[in-house]
Each structure stands twice: as C-alpha cells, then as structure tokens.
C-alpha cells in the first residue's frame, strides 16, 4: 500500500469530499449493495486480547443482523483492518474509506490513536465510531465539537467509580494508600481522580508510594517490593494489559494481596487470567461496561456469552459490550434516518440521527450526547472465589452506575467537575 503522509491524506480526503458528498448515491444502486462497516481494532501486541474481544463481538452481532434481514434490508459486511502506531491506522483508515469506499468505520481502543485520527476523520467527513478511543490529552477533549466523529465515555469513568465504592464500602478503614499505575495519562489521571475524590469526601489518608511501571513492564518485583516497604493500607491501580496477572501472582506472592486492600477500576480486562490461586475475594473490581455473568443479564446477552464461550472457550470482557454498542447504535441511527427520508440516509441524516439516540446494550443502557461522546452502563463490585470458574468473579451484588454519574459533563473542567459533583455513594 501506497504511504501516505498526514497532510496528503488530508488534502485526499477533502478533495473526495469536496467532489462527491459524503452519503450521496444513487437509491436503487444503495439498495442492492451490501452496507460495508470497516473495523480498526488490535489483533496482536498488549492490547490484543481487547481488539479481540470487540472484533469477535462485531463478528456475531452482524450475523444477528444478516439473519433478521441486515440494516434498512441491507446486508453487512466487515472490513478488518489492524490498529497499531497513529500513523499506520490513519494510513489504514484511508484504505477502508479510500479504496474499500466503507460506509462506516468503528474501532480503536487507544486513546493514544483516537487522538491522532480524530480530525482526520472529520476531513474526511466519514461517520466513525470508537469503541474505547477518545479524543481527549489527558482529562483535556480536544475534539469538542466533532460531526462525524463519535466517541467513547471519558477514560476516568471506571476510576471514579471505583473511587466511590471505596468510599462508600471502606470509609474509615484505610489511611496509608499506595498506587501502582501506567506510567502514561490513563493511569496517572486515574490515580490523581482516586485522590481528589478522597479530598472531596474528606476521607483522611497520606500517598505512601507511587509507582509508574511503563506499559506493558513484566518484570515488576522492584514495583512489588516498593509497595511492600510502603506498608499500604490500600492499594489502587489501573493496570490493565498483561502485566495485571503478572502484577497479581507478585504481589500475592509478597503478601500484599492479603495486607491491602484493592481497589482496580480495569481489572475486567483481564479477569479470565486472575485466577483464583492469587487474586483474593473482597477486592474492588471494574468490568467497565460488561460483566459477563452478570445475573440480571439480558437474554442477548446471554445469547453472546454463551456464543463466545462455545467459539472462544473464554468469556467475553468489556470491548466487546463497545464494539455491539457501536453496532447498534449505527443501526438504529440508519434505519431512523433512512425512515424520516423515506429512502437512503446520507452520512449527515445517520450522524443526526445518533445525536440523542438510546440503546440497548450487551451490558445494559447506553447512548449518545450532543457531544457525541457516549453515555454507557458501568458494573463494579467485590470479587467472591464462590463461582463454578478458575478465576475471580463479582459476588451477587453488582454494582451498577450511569455515566451520566461518572463523567463531566460537556465542557466542563474535569477536576473543577469533581469538587461539585453530586456524586452518590
């Protein structure tokens, strides 16, 4: 494939708009072609197992769709492409606009990457979703008034939650905290978020230690080892790659996992790999949007869990509550579009028509602001070793929060957001 540069694929891409209006076709041609949806998504590298899960979930959820008649009687077909660097996904997001001429495109999981692409993708004026991917550096959106872009809740969602529940389960019974984090913006604007909501609820405590192990670091004995000389009453952290297992093994292994008490926002991506031999039961958990066994579960949920477990012989984790989200709501927005219109939806009527739009998840409610940045289900609690499984689960009561709860609301400052938010606990 040709390299294009940044500025190129720019000039490229307004210049296919300028000529041929996003969403502009010929009826009778639109109805018999099948609706192409690209997808961005990691398959190898620490986020693998992420990419994964969502690509698989997009997989099942379009032959639901086929087998009911496809979206406004439009058979779907996927178009994989790998999510990697910034500049190799620009390039590759060109190819499924460009040359595979897709109609939508959803995917990334790095924020990393969604920054990069974001006003590339307003150039080229192509209705894109991210599953978990902002625009945001750091707690800053950068995006803020996007058309066609949509995007994931804000990063700290699952950290603010988390540090609600410890609030709400362990006031008074902690003081001395430690955090083990990513060295990079998620992990040190959740731990900063874990802190300023502990200063807003008065709760007392000192920062014994901070460790920042850069991503994807399989060797953290000198990490583990600080924390122990630290002696924590608790300890929060938002590993979430490979490393968490790593982390997990290590740290029961020094004692800590007994010591402390745990609090980790993102550990759902991961939880088929905390096993029970050393992740204990009473430490505070996040599946972000999915808990897999959730019991007030829907029946398509269930209908995808067991899918997932018979193809995979594995359980489903949160990107794949993302990329179903996605489909969803692209599907609903086209056919309430195509509806209004009486026939074919340009790219601005389906963009419109997400604008406000409710659905039903894999992992409960979901839907989207003015903003475009989606409102999701977040499920929370205390791990229990009582299941028929090998690895940690939630015990019987699940925590359940909106986001509307957990994320600042459109143009807001997030740490001035935090000191006045009417927060529940």
Same mark, same amino acid.
Not at 86 to 96: C, G, M, N, Q
Not at 106 to 121: C, F, H, W
């Given at each position: 494939? $040709?390299?294009?540069?940044?500025?190129?694929?720019?000039?490229?891409?307004?210049?296919?708009?300028?000529?041929?209006?996003?969403?502009?076709?010929?009826?009778?041609?639109?109805?018999?072609?099948?609706?192409? %949806?690209?997808?961005?998504?990691?398959?190898?590298?620490?986020?693998?197992?992420?990419?994964?899960?969502?690509?698989?979930?997009?997989? +099942?959820?379009?032959?639901?769709?086929?087998?009911?008649?496809?979206?406004?009687?439009? $058979?779907?077909?996927? *178009?994989?492409?790998?999510?990697?660097?910034? $500049?190799?996904? %620009?390039?590759?997001?060109?190819?499924?606009?460009?040359?595979?001429?897709?109609?939508?495109?959803?995917?990334?999981?790095?924020?990393? #990457?969604?920054?990069?692409?974001?006003? *590339? @993708?307003?150039?080229?004026?192509?209705?894109?979703?991210?599953?978990?991917?902002?625009?945001?550096?750091?707690? @800053?959106?950068?995006?803020?008034?996007?058309?066609?872009?949509?995007?994931?809740?804000?990063?700290?969602?699952?950290?603010?939650?988390?540090?609600?529940?410890?609030?709400?389960?362990?006031?008074?019974?902690?003081?001395?905290?430690?955090?083990?984090?990513?060295?990079?913006?998620?992990?040190?604007?959740?731990?900063?978020?874990? #802190?300023? %909501?502990? $200063?807003?609820?008065?709760?007392?405590?000192?920062?014994?230690?901070?460790?920042?192990?850069?991503?994807?670091?399989?060797?953290? !004995?000198?990490? @583990?080892?600080?924390?122990?000389?630290?002696?924590?009453?608790?300890?929060?952290?938002?590993?979430?790659?490979?490393?968490?297992? #790593?982390?997990?093994?290590?740290?029961?292994?020094?004692?800590?996992?007994?010591?402390?008490? &745990?609090?980790?926002?993102?550990?759902?991506?991961?939880?088929?790999? &905390?096993?029970?031999?050393?992740?204990?039961?009473?430490?505070?958990?996040?599946?972000?949007? &999915?808990?897999?066994?959730?019991?007030?579960?829907?029946?398509?949920?269930?209908?995808? #869990?067991? +899918?997932?477990?018979?193809?995979?012989?594995?359980?489903?984790?949160?990107?794949?509550?993302?990329?179903?989200?996605?489909?969803?709501?692209?599907?609903?927005?086209?056919?309430?579009?195509?509806?209004?219109?009486?026939?074919?939806?340009?790219?601005?009527?389906?963009?419109?028509?997400?604008?406000?739009?409710?659905?039903?998840?894999?992992?409960?409610?979901?839907?989207?602001?003015?903003?475009?940045?989606?409102?999701? !289900?977040? *499920?929370?609690?205390?791990?229990?070793?009582?299941?028929?499984?090998?690895?940690?689960?939630?015990?019987?009561?699940?925590?359940?929060?909106?986001?509307?709860?957990?994320?600042?609301?459109?143009?807001?400052?997030?740490?001035? +957001?935090?000191?006045?938010?009417?927060?529940?606990?």
């Amino acid at each position: 494939m $040709k390299k294009f540069s940044r500025r190129t694929l720019l000039k490229s891409a307004a210049a296919i708009g300028a000529l041929a209006p996003a969403g502009v076709f010929a009826p009778a041609i639109a109805q018999n072609k099948p609706l192409k %949806i690209g997808i961005l998504a990691p398959r190898s590298g620490i986020a693998a197992s992420a990419g994964l899960n969502g690509i698989y979930a997009a997989q +099942w959820t379009v032959e639901k769709f086929n087998a009911a008649g496809g979206i406004a009687g439009r $058979k779907v077909e996927l *178009v994989i492409e790998d999510e990697t660097s910034p $500049k190799d996904t %620009i390039e590759r997001f060109s190819k499924l606009v460009q040359q595979e001429n897709v109609d939508h495109v959803q995917g990334i999981v790095s924020t990393g #990457v969604g920054l990069a692409l974001g006003p *590339v @993708v307003e150039e080229a004026r192509a209705l894109t979703i991210f599953w978990d991917g902002t625009t945001q550096d750091g707690v @800053v959106e950068k995006l803020p008034n996007p058309k066609y872009l949509f995007k994931s809740t804000d990063n700290e969602c699952e950290a603010v939650m988390s540090s609600l529940l410890a609030v709400k389960y362990w006031k008074g019974k902690f003081k001395r905290i430690a955090g083990i984090n990513p060295d990079y913006s998620y992990g040190r604007n959740n731990m900063a978020a874990f #802190v300023a %909501i502990l $200063k807003r609820f008065n709760i007392e405590h000192e920062v014994v230690t901070e460790q920042w192990p850069k991503v994807g670091t399989m060797d953290l !004995t000198s990490h @583990v080892a600080a924390l122990q000389a630290a002696k924590p009453d608790l300890i929060f952290s938002s590993l979430l790659f490979a490393d968490l297992p #790593v982390f997990m093994k290590q740290a029961h292994a020094a004692g800590l996992t007994q010591s402390a008490k &745990l609090v980790f926002p993102a550990a759902g991506w991961q939880q088929t790999a &905390l096993k029970k031999e050393f992740t204990p039961e009473g430490m505070l958990f996040g599946c972000n949007t &999915l808990s897999f066994d959730n019991p007030k579960a829907s029946a398509t949920a269930k209908e995808f #869990v067991a +899918w997932y477990h018979d193809k995979h012989n594995d359980y489903p984790n949160w990107e794949a509550d993302r990329a179903y989200f996605s489909l969803i709501s692209y599907k609903q927005a086209y056919e309430k579009a195509a509806k209004a219109k009486g026939g074919t939806p340009s790219t601005d009527d389906i963009a419109q028509a997400m604008v406000g739009l409710e659905v039903e998840s894999l992992g409960g409610k979901g839907g989207w602001r003015k903003d475009h940045i989606a409102d999701q !289900t977040f *499920v929370q609690g205390l791990t229990t070793h009582k299941n028929k499984y090998d690895f940690v689960t939630l015990g019987e009561q699940q925590d359940t929060m909106y986001s509307t709860e957990l994320q600042k609301p459109a143009g807001a400052d997030f740490w001035e +957001w935090i000191k006045t938010a009417n927060f529940k606990v």
